[in-house]
């Protein structure tokens, strides 16, 4: 059966990973040669050597500490050895410091991050914490643990370890244990951990409640990161740095949304190199500065003003997980893939989806596979593999060698594309309605009804330029953007509400004014190429030197025009360009992670263009692309979030690109999180409203240049310096430790799901 079948909570280690929310200094193993009795094993195919984000002393010293304590007595749940749970009393003390130093912000104490249902992350580099009354039990004697309580490390149900020798002296399966070196010595250490290995348990929610989230864990190197899974659905990230495997600390998750009931819980290490003792899950307490754009649960939140509302990003409005499905297809049983063999499978993969018909789930067992020409999914085809870690598809050549078409700008071994935005015309809009405005005056209702979806469109029209709107008046003082002319055109999608008279009221705030001068317009909606996935399984291309910019083979992965689908836990190694998305609306991109071996450059990450109301989360990038994330082509409302990269380039590629979010982003070395691209005659790199929220890196982050775009929103930032644009930009001088809510995607998104 595939992992997808299966409910499980995952805790993701990867390699050269830092944290969203997280400012600990990224590391390339390759680069620190210490070692410890648990950890000499080499990751190095999975990191990027050109990267050396190492901390290092300088006569150019600035540092500065804020220190801060709290102590508190909680009442957790722990497992002995006779498999009885028993409730205790721990006392604990957690010292918070943030130390700034050669300008290097070394959050290793307090800090926000997440991936799906997360917040803020703690460290607690205290190793007082004590648990006295549990003994070394084995991985498969246990009970259930109750939440809030305590999830040990070696009592885990189900693992994948990239080996079956235990390398250490505490246990008896394959995961890697050894002995605790804190002062109690109370349970086996799951250490020699690697990319992609994960534990999974069983646990049981009492009531549906906002839970934080504690590891012990420690590391020997900088910014490591695991990942926490619900139910296949990721609610965190961390980020761990340390000086040895000794030391152990406690890495805090705040803030997070647990249901009630049965659940599997998952930890998947992103990085490797970090040693997990146990989870403990306590009630949430808030804490921080809550941000003067959103108050308390989102109490004076203007969507007039310059935080949009991005609730709506994702599969099915953001109101669900893509759903999980039961292979219907084999394509090593019934077409005859044969895994592992070197040889050409293509032909039994084209055979397997031409069978497919609406509703099919084609997979794709564990194993090896050779593939020469390029997937195209059919409409509501689900590619399924058997997991990332298992599945892998090996393509030898390039798109451009199969295809012949230029590479640079789209196409894909996988294609996810179909019609997306077909509709029929119902009414002219009558007047203008304003940013923010939930009505809209129409002249006939006569095909309109109460909880229908609409589509709301408007476009250049004649001299009446878009652009006026998306730059708010700032063309005045633009230099160049003739390209984008008669080209600007928009498709937002609501719900009606009500209907009165010939004024409908819709559930979503206008992202921008709607005018009858640019032709505004009520179209119905349909989805003819939607419920599409692909899931659980690996493309990997050959190691090859990449080529200059625009002059790319072709390594290219995923090509997607959609509405309403999905691409989950895939991964992508030595790639040209990782996921297009043009056309698309409500498509999720969930666990994506891109591996480029030997320092290989590559083109784009994950580029959006000409879509709307898309969720890429929980992304892990370990390569320095040209443009990591890239918005473009008037896309708006689409998210980034509770993910991280090497050196992350936030690629606003002009052509006026609005009001997408940025948030919960781990970018690493923070050296170049403005490049940009973009032809200059397309205009500024972005239109207005661009949120920035909760960005942090292993340093102070440069501000963009002052023409980069209007009414830009920064919040939760450690900026360098000031900024003086004439461009209007708002900044909210809140530091990522402290900004309440941290993930302002995840806050707007609970509290219109009624999760708050």
Partial sequence: MPIYSKFILTVLISSTITFTSCDIVLEDPDQNNSTNTNHNQSISTLTDSNINTELESSTDTESSTDTESSTDTESSTSVDSDTTTQTHQQSKTSTITNTNTNTTQLNTTTNTQSQTDTHTQTVTTSSTQTITETETETETNHSIPTLPGLVWAQNYIDSYDSDNTNLGTCGNGAVDMQNAPDDNHSACVVGWTKPGEWLAFDVSVVNSQKMDIHFRVSSNQNSRGLKIQLNDKTIGTISVSGSDYDSLQTVSLNDIFLPSGDHQLKVVWMTGSVNLQYIEFTQHNQYGQTTNLWGNNGAIHDPSGYLSDFSYAGYHWGEEEPPVKNPTINTVTDHGATPNDNTDDTEAFLNALDAAKNGDVVYIPAGRYLLTNVLKIPNGVVLQGAGSELTTIYIPTNYFDVTGIDPSFKGGFIEMKGSTSSGSKITDITAKAERGSKQIKVDNISNLNNGDWIQIRQKDAGDQLLLEELYDGHTNVLGDYDDLEGKVEMRFFSRIKSINGQTINIERPLPIAFDPIYDAEIYSTTSPYSEVGVEGLTIEFPQTEAKPHLEEDGYNGIDISAQHSWVRDVVMKNIDYGVGIKN?????????????????????????????????????????????????????????????????????????????????????????????????????????????????????????????????????????????????????????????????????????????
Avoid at 639 to 655: E, K, M, P, Y
Avoid at 747 to 755: F, I, S
């Fill in 584 to 756: 698309s609306y409500f498509v999720s991109i969930l666990d994506l992670t891109i591996i480029n071996e030997n320092n290989r450059g590559g083109h784009h990450g994950v580029s959006i263009g000409r879509s709307a109301d898309n969720l890429v989360r929980g992304f892990d990038i370990q390569a320095e692309l040209r443009h990591d994330l890239t918005v473009e082509w008037f896309a708006f409302g689409n998210v980034f979030t509770q993910g991280r990269a090497n050196n992350i380039a936030l690629d606003h590629h002009r052509a006026a690109s609005f009001a997408n979010l940025f948030t919960q982003i781990d970018i690493g070395k923070a050296d170049r999180p403005w490049y940009a691209g973009g032809s200059k005659n397309r205009g500024y790199q972005t239109g207005i409203y661009s949120t920035l929220w909760n960005i942090t890196g292993t340093q102070f982050i440069e501000w963009p240049d002052e023409d980069y775009g209007p009414k830009m929103l920064f919040a939760g930032m450690s900026m360098k310096g000031s900024q003086n644009s004439p461009l209007d930009w708002l900044f909210e001088d809140i530091s990522a430790q402290n900004i309440y809510p941290p993930n302002i995607w995840l806050a707007q998104r609970e509290r219109r799901l009624g999760k708050q």
